[in-house]
């Protein structure tokens, strides 16, 4: 019997890998990482086992991880933490004998320049020094990321962004998900790196252009310098902190950090990814 634990596993990425996962193997031998009851208990009514664990205490990772034989490490979203508790992970996870870890960086991480891929190269170099067998999973922007304000932007008739006429070549969240579990599920991915990109790419002013077209009104696409657009985010209400990393992204994506000619998640998920059309009209329901 192997054992399959997904780390970050209540989350929006993490609940969908499970699910998919337990297409894979049997659903008995998948465990997952939870740091509430109510999570817990969510899993448990699903016939999912779970086990207690946080990125920051490192007794607890060792004994949830005991046992494992494949692990997906699903990056924190605690910005600026994540370096470290990556760490702790693969200590925990070399400590306990773990025979394969999956990790969930950031697509180009070492060529893009994106302030977000810091920690995300970090842990990458971390889990090469640690030994343990593993593949790094490159995740593309989710389509979600950007389709999430298409009602706000529908109602203003303008998407703002930094990102010039730069390309993003984004999946949904199923289909990253879908690639990590299969990866985690399937021997012969040890010392690969995916690059997960959409099979198509788009500027955001073809993205506006989609907008106006699946809504049926007018979107227009404004494009701002970094500086600007970071100062309008914190004007809706995000933390200048976020706000800043968002801006910095949108401003790498228009040198190329964001897209890509890889067509590794289509070949691991079997299937054409998600089309940001398809992404809207659920967004626009």
């Known amino acids: ?17 499970v699910d998919h996962l337990r297409s894979l193997v049997p659903a008995q031998d998948i465990i997952a990482l939870v740091r509430s009851d109510a999570a817990r208990e969510g899993f448990q009514t699903s016939g999912i086992a779970t086990r207690h664990g946080d990125y ?30 990556h760490r702790n992970v693969l200590a925990a996870a070399k400590s306990a004998g773990v025979g394969f870890v999956a990790y969930t960086s950031i697509l180009n991480a070492d060529s893009g320049g994106m302030a977000l891929a810091e920690e995300h190269v970090a842990t990458e170099a971390a889990l ?26 529908v109602e203003m008739g303008q998407h703002f962004g930094a990102a010039g006429e730069g390309r993003f070549a984004t999946a949904s969240r199923q289909d990253i998900a879908e690639a990590a579990a299969v990866v985690l599920a399937h021997e012969g991915h040890e010392g690969k790196t995916y690059e997960l990109g959409g099979d198509t790419d788009f500027s955001l002013s073809d993205y506006a252009a989609l907008l106006s077209e699946v809504a049926n009104k007018p979107v227009a696409y404004v494009d701002l310098d970094e500086a600007s657009y970071a100062a309008a985010l914190v004007g809706a209400g995000l933390p200048e902190g976020f706000a800043a990393i968002l801006a910095n ?25 998600t089309p940001m059309r398809d992404t809207l009209k659920t967004v626009l329901g």
């Open 1 to 17: 019997m192997t054992t399959y634990l997904v780390t970050g596993a209540s989350g929006q990425l993490g609940q969908r890998v």
């Open 56 to 85: 920051e205490d490192l007794d607890s990772l060792r004994a949830a991880f005991d046992g494992v034989d494949r692990l997906l490490l699903i990056s924190s979203s605690e910005i600026g933490k994540r370096a470290d508790q």
């Open 128 to 153: 090469r020094d640690s030994g343990l067998p593993h593949a790094i999973l490159r995740n593309g922007w989710y389509s979600e990321n950007i389709a999430g304000t298409a009602p706000q932007a």
């Open 249 to 273: 992204s949108d401003a790498r994506a228009a040198t190329g950090a964001l897209t890509t000619q890889s067509r590794d998640l289509s070949r691991l998920i079997g299937r054409p990814t």
